[in-house]
């Protein structure tokens, strides 16, 4: 699939042109709102939701504390269960890996289920690149792998387009009509991979959670390909961002007891994989070899910083159902993997130099609603706040410094910001009789759809 464009056009631009996406809008609408609304009435089916969410919250803070040994831990546990575990710094070395396991293997098809990380990396680009016939298996990720585009929402890849632009994309791989049905459509689909999952010398999947005590990793799904690609293909490659870890079973039942409710409004996922070491001597199925690649990626530099929070994320969605700005323009106007408010927040802080991440961090309106919905209770439009103000410093000019000091100074004291209020009053009315600002920079930005008060 290939990568986000490294396009100059700001965010601005990109929303300007999703608005006038009639089409894409509807498609957003439509199913960020059932999303929200099986959420609030999964989440409504506990009786002790609001504890499970504070317990969510401490489990993650927790992992993340103790994140080197717990590491440690399950590396060598599954270790010990013959699984192989491979330590990436950043996205070329975890492409090198994959690439030299499948190369090793002389794999020529790769079943692929849905992996953010995969996405993080690029590592269909690489892959295909090598020569090998990388398949989409989750029933999104292939739409969008037929259209040409990354995902535009962490669960929902393919949210975006509605079910005649899937016929057309179908029709198209098919060579003949595939009808706009979604029945027909999901049908159609299911023959065409099977095929794939049969010739795969190599799967690949993403990790939802690594468990330390055991050595597993588990891996929620609805759609069972992700069971396919870990089981059928004699070689199961797993791609997790190091934050993925729990002690426990204990632990784990927490966040898989959010996780689904969160993100589709199911108690559980269809399928829940614990996987745990490859296939064992006399077991029927599995893979002969079990490879997790773990991705650092930016992500301990963060650790233990005031954004460590955004590593406690365990990708639900929720939180770019419920944002009035990923509703309003969807997902590829951010230009990154990670959309919505998690990814305004979590895009910077992997892509420090990168300057078109950092404008990220505006596009939002702070009113709270991820914040309210995150079911491991990450401050989100905190976190946003806090980048702006890191950014704003590290841009300023001096003599922008110098206008912020000198209006701090001035609503600091009674009498000063009592003097500007009275000229307010004054010259307020006669902007307003004027009905004219100058069209220019950010004041034109800013007057363009507000009335003066
Ligand atoms: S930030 Fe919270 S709401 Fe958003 S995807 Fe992550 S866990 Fe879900």
Request: hydrophobic share 45%.
């Amino acid at each position: 699939m290939s990568a986000p464009t490294a396009t100059p056009v700001s965010f601005g631009r990109r929303a300007g042109r999703a608005l006038g996406d009639d089409r894409m809008r509807a498609a957003i609408a439509r199913g960020t709102g059932l999303m929200v609304q099986r959420r609030h009435e999964a989440i409504a089916e506990l009786r002790n939701a609001d504890e499970l969410r504070d317990a969510a919250s401490v489990i993650r803070a927790a992992a993340l504390q103790r994140l080197p040994e717990l590491l440690e831990r399950w590396s060598d546990n599954l270790g010990a269960l013959g699984g192989h575990v491979h330590w990436a710094s950043d996205a070329d070395e975890a492409n090198a890996i994959v690439a030299g396991i499948v190369a090793r293997r002389g794999a020529k098809v790769i079943a692929k289920g849905k992996s953010m990380v995969s996405e993080e990396i690029h590592l269909n680009d690489v892959l295909e690149r090598a020569g090998a016939d990388v398949v989409e298996t989750d029933l999104g990720e292939f739409i969008q792998q037929l259209a040409g585009e990354p995902p535009s929402h962490i669960v929902a890849p393919a949210m975006h387009k509605d079910r005649f632009e899937v016929a057309d994309l179908l029709s198209a791989d098919r060579g003949a009509p595939v009808s706009p049905e979604i029945t027909a459509e999901a049908a159609y689909a299911r023959r065409r991979l099977r095929q794939a999952f049969l010739d795969a010398g190599v799967g690949i999947t993403g990790v939802n959670f690594a468990v330390a005590a055991t050595g597993s990793i588990c891996l929620v799904e609805n759609e069972g390909n992700g069971r396919m690609c870990s089981s059928l293909p004699p070689t199961h490659i797993a791609l997790m961002g190091l934050e993925r870890i729990v002690a426990d079973f204990d632990e784990l039942d927490v966040m898989l007891n959010l996780l689904a409710r969160s993100a589709t409004g199911q108690a559980l996922t269809t399928y829940t994989n614990i996987i745990t070491g490859p296939r064992r001597p006399g077991e029927v199925d599995g893979p002969e070899e079990l490879h997790v690649v773990v991705l650092d990626g930016g992500r301990s530099a963060v650790v233990g910083t005031r954004f460590s929070p955004a590593l406690h994320c365990i990708r639900c969605g929720a939180c770019l159902n419920v944002c009035p700005v990923y509703r309003q323009v969807g997902g590829h106007t951010y230009d990154s993997v990670y959309s919505g408010p998690i990814g305004a927040v979590l895009t910077p802080l992997l892509k420090p130099t990168d300057p078109a991440a950092r404008e990220l961090a505006e596009a939002s309106s702070l009113c709270g609603a991820c914040t309210e919905i995150c079911p491991v209770r990450i401050p989100l439009h905190d976190l946003l706040l806090q980048l702006r103000h890191r950014d704003a410093r590290a841009d300023a000019s001096r003599l922008r410094r110098a206008g912020f000091w000198l209006w701090s100074q001035a609503w600091s004291r009674r009498w000063s910001f009592g003097a500007m209020v009275l000229g307010a009053r004054v010259v307020l009315p006669l902007l307003r009789r004027l009905r004219w600002l100058p069209d220019i920079g950010w004041l034109g930005a800013w007057r363009q759809g507000r009335e003066l008060p």
